[in-house]
């Protein structure tokens, strides 16, 4: 999914169990913005409700502005839209594991909109309090990708504060455009973040993201020119 655009990144956060015990559902707002050939605000929007103790509904949406970026004989088109709906489930005998199957529909200017069906499989280890989480999501339709990446939540400071650091490459596919020449070509995506969340009802967090968003689709895709930029995300657990 070749979405080549402006970052806002509401990666997959981590989510204390002991926090899901009380608390069935969790909307979050992330937004950001990059400099340089990014010049695209981006927002995101996540609702993730827990239907059964193994069951949970995850519905996403990332939008931006349209442009294209002139590289003097070539031109890359970003921003757009990209909405999705995942189901996940975790077995009762395996509750580290989470295996998810959704549906996106996009709406960038580099592609026709169409109907995409993605996955995500996670499996969420915790070793000396740093909470873990390995994962494999991807495209399966349309523009073919997956990505595999690493989320590390670890406490540092007062209580409440997590160091918040993800990366991932991708296995199969190319996930981004060259700002250079324009031609198709795989970027490692990461995060660095600051996370307070005492499992009550209101999270927020301050990272440094080269991700696009919080679907599957612009979670995996860098930003133009791969640079960094700021995001910011506010959450309410209910």
């Known amino acids: 999914m070749k979405h080549i655009s402006r970052t806002l990144c509401l990666g997959m956060a981590i989510v204390a169990t002991s926090a899901w015990a009380q608390y069935k559902g969790d909307l979050t707002l992330t937004g950001g913005r990059f400099a340089r050939y990014e010049s695209l605000d981006y927002g995101s929007a996540a609702l993730t409700y827990r239907l059964t103790t193994n069951v949970r509904l995850a519905l996403r949406m990332t939008s931006s502005k349209t442009a294209v970026f ?13 909405r999705e709906a995942m189901g996940y489930f975790s077995p009762s ?4 594991v989470e295996i998810g199957v959704g549906l996106a529909a ?10 995409q069906a993605t996955f995500d499989l996670g499996w969420k280890r915790t070793a000396r309090h740093i909470q873990l989480r390995f994962g494999l999501r991807g495209v399966l339709t349309g523009s073919e990708i997956a990505m595999a990446s690493l989320q590390a939540l670890a406490p540092v400071g007062p209580a409440g504060f997590s160091l918040d650091v993800e ?7 190319e996930n981004a455009r060259s700002s250079v020449n324009g ?14 969340d005492q499992n009550g009802p209101l999270h927020a967090e301050i990272a440094l993201t080269n991700q696009l ?3 599957t689709g612009f979670g995996m895709t860098p930003t133009l020119g791969n640079r960094y930029g700021l995001s910011l995300s506010a959450g309410v657990r209910f």
């Open 93 to 96: 005998d395996h509750p580290d």
């Open 106 to 115: 996009p709406d960038t200017t580099d592609r026709n909109q169409q109907v």
């Open 70 to 82: 002139d590289g003097g004989g070539f031109s890359v088109a970003h921003g757009g839209k990209d």
């Open 213 to 215: 968003g919080a679907t």
């Open 183 to 196: 031609k198709a070509i795989s970027l490692p995506i990461g995060k660095l973040g600051i996370r307070f």
């Open 167 to 173: 990366g991932g490459v991708t296995t199969w596919g």
